[in-house]
């Protein structure tokens, strides 16, 4: 039974408070695909389900083995012979009444055989230790089905990630270190009147000691810019002086002792980052070059139709500049004060929202939509998160795997370092080529651990050799993989298992930005890299 | 240095071996089936070329997991709850768990041992039964508790202990803990006094594992400063000067609670004091019920007054949320970081267990907002450390300094954090506490101290003085020295 609206908000509080209302109802309404119900596979799902997704399915061919349940917190010892993704359904299930659960008694390469378009359905696909072949073929029907597609595995110690997707936009990436858009380098109109509407010099102490730090700055700026052929403070030595200026600026007692003037001890404070020339990131102006902004259709994303909108504001009414986020940080100041600093820039931000909007309205016109295909309150949003978008786009399997495309530079950088954590990627590809030759895994039983140390580097040096990969990989590696037999440790899947979902969570929602595009966790060293393959 | 403890670990272990296997022959193994530990045996029984120096593959090491290891979690909630089922998976049976705390709603996001029927009983009484049902064989203890209310007997027992703590004063006193435990031999370290101390934590889409070995590397105060105080809002904003929803929220929580006493209570008479622990969620009251933050009526209540505070000021966004957040001081929390530094820290576990591989030396912190990231460093410990050091730190006052002074540097400074110390000295041969405000008789009694300098009290250069707090169980000693 579907629980009511107020107690999912007191279950869901804590998460709410991450990605909101309008992220949590993405989530509720995604379905999500995971192919092999193996430890790794159900962890990832049990931090899929106990946020609340709208439902999973889970395909598995493969019955229960006891070494199965012996991993898997979503397995009994009585489902021991029986199907794995319906064993698995049921205590993946009782995790959250809220989630349903489905499952496919069938191995992915006979639903790709029968009916590839079963995957067409899902928001995500989770494909964990799919063999290669049938990785590669799942891999291109979800490609050119725009099915983001999540490749997991946990082999020994070591962790691996692939996320597959053609074109993933983010609005609201929530970048942890934003800076502030306060515009002190080029005032607009209203700020420029609102900061006339002050005259330090005759304030009284108390209206002084509680001016915004940012009309602090910019008066002196003001005074500074008229004495210095309006150039701004630019080096080290400059802001210092400007610094020093603002401090002697600092009401002094009948004895000439400086009083304790908290907003102008912000201001020094925050000189370096407000004299930060507004500019369009570096990120967004690639974005405002790329094809999809430049060619808006009618299959295009509300994502293009807005940025291009914002494109055409910049070079309009933006005078260069974004629209103006419209937030100021929290500073010393009495509330009336404060309050009135804010709603200059939260109306000019609603201003330049609604010239953005007259954009997107022409832009829909141009390709025969209606202009309320795209919100206000979208507008609004992607307007005050316009520095922050971003676009993660990851190339596909076909590419890596293929010797004409394979990404030789960022594999023999990295190999530069023998240890570093490439050399896992690439002795997971030499398994997989086992595992192709031999039907099976190397070193699964103790006797076949040191004959396989051989026939594995045989698999390494093919491997190494159709790519023309000239690096070196140390025989200690061969040899762990031998080791590790295929084993999947459960606080190894565990760690995938969260950060996994994570990335699904983020796919399907929209917010924060998903790694690109390899993942590599080392349970050896605890670290972890990211490669782009 | 860490051959040492690992060579003492397994002399344990061989000792104990021998007992069990005799054990097991009895027992029969009712809840063994085929192959199910052989996702563990691979590391147990095979050689390998990055293994521990020390580490030999033997088919016993799985039977001191299951039969011999101790292990303690300290909290079953968000990381309790995944250390829990990633130790029962790795072969560990001989576990406990202790936690103070009733399930919530809001647990059930992320704490999967838990249901809608289990709100309101004890977290560590659930999760136990729990475990132990979906995992046969495995025996998880629950200690329905604060970690205070046990003892050293309590602790000493275990190989290891693992926190999933959400405070950092509960893991100072972990931390204060192990180190008393410690055993030195003319001024050597015993090595089999040692117990490691995994300790994980996490805060929305971060987190962080590390391992101490407490008495040879970092501990938890040696790097205190990377944890540093929670600055509150400044009393005259809060009273005279809102400009943020927050603000708002605070007011009605502080100021206008005591004074209104709502749900019952006579008016408070007379000033409210302003300056108190701003870190209590509750204020202190001598009359009139208590801000409960988990009750809805009080939070209404919170909530419309904020809304009335806020409208005055021309303050948007006070919101239920908001007020709810701001008044129980809410960290946002999802299952997968949780699920992430849970098996982090359980994977050392397994490596000092087993000494299967040289343990993460010493400190990972993880952030999946972009991307994924992790950054792993070793900690140094400090040399002056007031926990570990075994030196008492050096307190620098000149004798007209008053004990006020003496008292903020102890709960201010970034290196100390404590919350109340109460502090004793040897004065003219009698021992005396200078100040207490735990007990409130001798609070009253002891107050005047505060604003008396040091050579009135007394006190004499290189003097020591004895500080208790709730960050140690142990009293820190310190010893002043006086400026000119």
Known sequence: MAATNASKEQKYDRQLRLWGDHGQEALENAHVCLINATATGTEILKNLVLPGIGAFTIVDGHTVSGEDVGNNFFLSNNNIGKNRAQAATELLQELNSDVSGNYVEESPDKLLDNDPEFFHRFTVVIGVHLPESTCLRLGSVLWSASVPFLVCKTYGLIGYMRLVVQEHTVIESHPDNALEDLRLDQPFAEFKNHIQSYDLDSMAKKDHSHTPWVIVVAKYLAKWLSEHNSQPPKNYKEKEAFRQFIREGILKNENGVPEDEENFEEAIKNVNTALNPTKVPNSVEDLFNSEQCNNITSQSLSFWVMLRAVKDFVHKEGNGSLPVRGTIPDMIADSQKFINLQNVYREKAMQDAAAVSKHVECLLQSVGKPPESISEKDIKLFCKNASFLRVVRCRSLAEEYSVDSVNKDEITSCMDNPDSEMVFYLMLRAVD???????????????????????????????????????????????????????????????????????????????????????????????SATLQL | ?????????????????????????????????????????????????????????????????????????????????????????????????????????????????????????????????????????????????????????????????????????????????????????????????????????????????????????????????????????????????????????????????PKETPFGGRKSLGLIIIKFDMRLTRPLLTNGVVLDGDDPEHIQWVYQRSLERAAEFNITGVTYRLTQGVVKRIIPAVASTNAVIAAACATEVFKIASSAYISLNNYMVFNDVDGLYTYTFEAERKENCSACSQVPVDLHFSPSSKLQEVLDYLTESASLQMKSPAITASVEGKNKTLYLQSVASIEQRTRPNLSKTLKELGLTDRQELAVADVTTPQTMLFRLSFTS
């Open chain 2, 1 to 257: 240095m860490n051959l040492l403890l690992f060579s003492l670990f397994r002399e344990k272990k061989r000792r104990r071996v021998v007992e069990l296997t005799e054990k097991m022959v009895v027992d029969g193994g009712t809840c063994e089936w085929e192959g199910r530990w052989n996702h563990v045996k691979k590391f147990l029984e095979r050689s390998g070329p990055f293994t521990h120096p020390d580490f030999e593959p033997s088919t016993e090491s799985l039977q001191f997991m299951l039969e011999t290891c101790k292990i303690l979690v300290i909290g079953a909630g968000g990381l309790g709850c995944e250390l829990l089922k990633d130790l029962a998976l790795s072969s560990f049976r001989n576990i406990h768990v202790v936690d103070m705390d009733t399930i919530d709603v809001s647990n059930l996001n992320r704490q999967f041992l838990f249901r809608p029927k289990d709100i309101g009983r004890p977290k560590a009484d659930v999760a136990a039964d729990f475990i132990n049902s979906r995992i046969p064989g495995c025996c998880v203890v629950p200690h329905f508790k604060k970690i205070q209310d046990l003892d050293e007997t309590f602790y000493r027992q275990f190989h290891i202990i693992v926190c999933g703590l959400d405070s950092i004063v509960a893991r100072r006193w972990m931390n204060g803990m192990l180190l008393s435990l410690l055993v030195y031999e003319d001024g050597v370290l015993d090595p089999g006094s040692i117990i490691p101390l995994i300790d994980g934590g996490t805060e929305g889409f971060k987190g962080n594992a590390r391992v101490i070995l407490p008495g040879m590397t970092a501990c938890i105060d040696c790097t205190l400063e990377l944890y540093p105080p929670q600055v509150n809002f400044p009393m005259c904003t809060i009273a005279s000067m809102p400009r943020l929803p927050e603000h708002c929220i605070e007011y009605v929580r502080m100021l206008l609670w």
């Open chain 1, 433 to 527: 080529r086992f595992y192709q030759q031999h039907s099976r895994y190397p070193g699964v039983y103790n006797y076949q651990v040191e004959d396989d140390i051989s026939k594995l580097k045989l698999c390494v040096n093919s491997l190494l050799q159709e790519y023309s990969l000239n690096v070196n990989i140390k025989d200690d590696y061969i040899h762990e993989f031998c080791r590790y037999g295929a084993a999947e440790p459960h606080t190894v899947a565990a760690f995938l298992g969260g950060s996994a979902a994570q990335e699904a969570i983020k796919i399907i929602s929209h917010q924060f930005v998903p790694f690109s595009n390899t993942f590599i966790y080392n349970a050896m060293s605890q670290t």
